[in-house]
T-cell receptor, first 112, second 112 residues
Framework: GQQLNQSPQSMFIQEGEDVSMNCTSS?????WLWYKQEPGEGPVLLIA?????ELTSNGRLTAQFGITRKDSFLNISASIPSDVGIYFC????????????FGSGTQLTVLP | NAGVTQTPKFQVLKTGQSMTLQCAQD?????MYWYRQDPGMGLRLIYY???????DKGEVPNGYNVSRLNKREFSLRLESAAPSQTSVYFC???????????FGPGTRLTVT
């Protein structure tokens, strides 16, 4: 079953604001990935993290692999309307036999 | 490059009917995956194929079968559709194990 707790479930923010979301688990993960899904489309990979403590940026997006290997964070700076979508975390759990576990997603709405 | 393509985009079935969802990738990836996505939930793995000629069960395999036809193509079959299989189905591929998966646009299936 679901082993990743992603929060918040939804966010309504003003354009220009910064956004933070996170995923936590009781299990250890070897890899953390962040995806964005827009309506009617498949998820698109935003950032991949491979080492505990790693901090990686992709434009206005920054993600971190938690030092305990049980969590990850995604920050979006200076949000714009095209940031709207559902953001999913996913992880490759230690001993997971080549499978990813997905969080339930954070629905982001950016208000003008 | 088209990336990952899926057919059909939409399908309505009656309970008990069968159908095959098609997936193809042109990125020369070794691994391919089938997921289902239900409202308010993350993606759940149905089956995967780590390499051509191999397939393995994921988290929710009951009621489904798969075929890795060749390196490019991975199909998902519903032998006797049930209303509980109403969902959006995504195919994905990756070069190196479960990391950095690239998703198709999805098939929206309704079983009445």
């Amino acid at each position: 079953g679901q082993q990743l707790n992603q929060s918040p479930q939804s966010m309504f923010i003003q354009e220009g604001e910064d956004v933070s979301m996170n995923c936590t688990s009781s299990s250890i993960f070897n890899t953390w990935l962040w995806y964005k899904q827009e309506p009617g489309e498949g998820p698109v990979l935003l950032i991949a993290l491979y080492k505990a403590g790693e901090l990686t940026s992709n434009g206005r997006l920054t993600a971190q692999f938690g030092i305990t290997r049980k969590d990850s964070f995604l920050n979006i700076s200076a949000s714009i309307p095209s940031d709207v979508g559902i953001y999913f975390c996913a992880g490759e759990r230690s001993g997971s036999a080549r499978q990813l576990t997905f969080g339930s997603g954070t629905q982001l709405t950016v208000l003008p | 490059n088209a990336g990952v393509t899926q057919t059909p985009k939409f399908q309505v079935l009656k309970t008990g009917q069968s159908m095959t969802l098609q997936c193809a990738q042109d990125m020369n990836h070794n691994s391919m995956y089938w997921y289902r996505q239900d409202p308010g939930m993350g993606l759940r793995l149905i089956y995967y194929s780590a390499s051509e000629g191999t397939t393995d069960k994921g988290e929710v395999p009951n009621g489904y079968n798969v075929s890795r036809l060749n390196k490019r193509e991975f199909s998902l079959r519903l032998e006797s559709a049930a209303p509980s299989q109403t969902s959006v189905y995504f195919c994905a591929s990756s070069q190196r194990g479960p990391r950095e998966q690239y998703f198709g646009p999805g098939t929206r299936l309704t079983v009445t």
